[in-house]
């Protein structure tokens, strides 16, 4: 292997879907709530993605049996939103800003080719207070406004590192609406708190009320 690829293991009927992103990271935020994600729409795989700039390392389930690292794509048709959700197993070197920017470059033209008008990438920020809250950064004065009136607070704190924030940037430059949702967080462990905060709140924003 000396370049991603994609495997598709069946084509989803979606209309209009959002693409929505949680990957690894501070507090493990974002992959628990797109897992939480997930769960709650029960969204079905239908696309693997496998790269050369992952780490050099197999996972090996409970029956010994040994697979690549991947990004994996779930298919969600919902009344309201019909989503695409991607999460994975890891995520590039930081050091390596070549393969980052070339598998969110890659990743951005699978989403629009299957449709996507908006990407949302999710999240943990970093903090020292043991409060509960989620930032929102986006693409544009319009979609910052309407999320922060919806009840997040707009992310002024200067970079957001890694896919989460690169995959926005490169949104917007192949004239994709993006938003970012991050979740505080106090540390590096699993944090299931945050990951559920970004989750509930990203369903309240689309018109998913989660009791």
């Not at 890891?90 to 969110?104: F, I, N, R």
């Amino acid at each position: 292997m000396d370049k991603p690829y994609f495997r598709q293991l069946f084509a989803p009927m979606l209309k209009n879907p959002v693409f929505v992103q949680g990957l690894p990271g501070f507090g493990n935020v974002g992959k628990i709530a797109a897992h939480l994600l997930i769960r709650f729409c029960g969204a079905k795989p239908f696309a693997e993605l496998f790269s050369p700039y992952f780490p050099d390392y197999v996972s090996v389930d409970s029956d010994g049996i040994c697979r690549l690292p991947k990004y994996e794509f779930y298919a969600a048709p919902m009344e309201k939103n019909d989503f695409i959700i991607m999460t994975g197993d890891t995520q590039p070197s930081l050091e390596d800003v070549v393969a980052h920017y070339e598998l969110c470059g890659d990743i951005l033209d699978f989403a629009i080719k299957s449709g996507c008008g908006l990407v949302i990438t999710l999240g943990g920020a970093p903090s020292s207070e043991d409060k509960s809250q989620v930032y929102v950064a986006a693409t544009s004065p319009r979609l910052a406004v309407d999320f922060m009136e919806k009840g997040a607070v707009i992310y002024s704190k200067g970079r957001i590192v890694g896919a989460t924030g690169l995959m926005l940037g490169l949104a917007q430059e192949k004239g994709l609406d993006g938003v970012c949702l991050l979740g505080t967080t106090t540390g590096f462990q699993a944090d299931r708190g945050a990951g559920f905060a970004v989750f509930k709140f990203l369903m309240k924003a689309l018109g998913n009320e989660v009791k």
